[in-house]
């Protein structure tokens, strides 16, 4: 029954590490940039959705709207006027904007909200339903159903809509779909806005159950890079992919190692992936 257990556990952990891994995995796909502030702007969502329940009352769940709308300007943004700057540019300068923007925003939150750790409560904090005897977190539920929601909406959008194809095309081929009257650079802002806006609205909805500090992203920044990595960097079911695995193989080492080595079977498994596999488990799909 325990491994059962875990097997559920790490379902509802990977639906999550799916969305906000979503995010990094269309950043690199779209604009072809590896973006290693990509977990800050999961912290800046959850800062978010803190004052958001604080100051307006709002559960974190519905917070999770504000934060994803406010990342994605501030996205669109940081592109429009930063990223661009650098496309085109060596890797190195790409990667040191990145790392830039990651320094920037982490301190920037030290600075304004200081160190301390914050928390939200809610009515269902402490909930759980039982299903055949094993036990599931009512957090880690709804977190769960809103991240398939917010996956869900993803794949309709870049498969079943106008602006989609855009993507998939700008993906493909720059130069051709610039040709044929796309706006790439518009499509460049507004995936980077999505991606990250992705992420932050993940960052909202396991706040429930975690808290916030300035630190943070430092917890989800290699697990985000761990799971583009298993299912194909660019590859959006891929994320998906990757992520469930992920939550299922983090859960299930717990059940055989100490808690301060849960994550090397991860890492085993992830260099390994590297080291024959480096596509990921999945071939880049667009």
């Known amino acids: 029954m325990s491994f059962l257990q875990a097997i559920l556990d790490g379902l509802m952990l990977g639906g999550v590490y799916a969305v906000i891994s979503i995010g990094l995995t269309l950043v690199f796909g779209v604009v072809s940039i590896v973006n290693f502030a990509q977990a800050e702007f999961l912290m800046v969502g959850m800062y978010v959705a803190y004052f958001v329940w604080r100051y307006l009352g709002l559960d974190p769940i519905l917070g999770s709207l504000i934060s994803f709308a406010i990342v994605f300007i501030l996205g669109f943004l940081i592109q429009k006027w930063l990223i661009s700057r ?11 904007l990145t790392v830039g923007i990651l320094i920037c925003l982490e301190n920037l939150a030290l600075i304004f909200f200081g160190s301390e750790y914050r928390s939200v409560q809610t ?3 402490n909930e759980a339903l039982e299903f055949f005897g094993l036990i599931i977190s009512m957090p880690y539920l709804i977190a769960f159903i809103a991240s398939g929601i917010a996956g869900g909406f993803i794949w309709w959008v870049l498969t079943k809509t106008w602006w989609g194809r855009a993507v998939r095309a700008t993906a493909q081929n720059p130069m051709a779909a610039k040709l044929m009257g796309i706006n790439t650079d518009q499509v ?13 609205f993940g960052g909202a909805i396991i706040l429930p159950y975690l808290t916030v500090s300035p ?3 430092g917890q989800f920044g290699v697990l985000m890079f761990t799971v583009v990595v298993l299912g194909g ?13 992920v939550g299922v193989i983090q859960s299930l080492s717990g059940l055989f190692l100490p808690i301060q080595l849960q994550n090397i079977a991860l890492f085993i498994i992830f ?3 590297l080291a024959f ?7 880049k799909s667009s």
Do not use: M
């Open 86 to 96: 650098v496309l085109k540019a060596p890797e190195v300068a790409q990667i040191f």
């Open 123 to 125: 009515p269902y904090q």
């Open 188 to 200: 460049y802002r507004i995936a980077f806005g999505l991606g990250v806006g992705l992420t932050a």
């Open 215 to 217: 630190s943070v992203g």
């Open 233 to 245: 960097l660019g590859n959006v079911l891929g994320a998906v992919v990757g992520g469930i695995a």
């Open 271 to 273: 260099i390994a992936t």
């Open 277 to 283: 596999r480096p596509e990921g488990l999945l071939r």
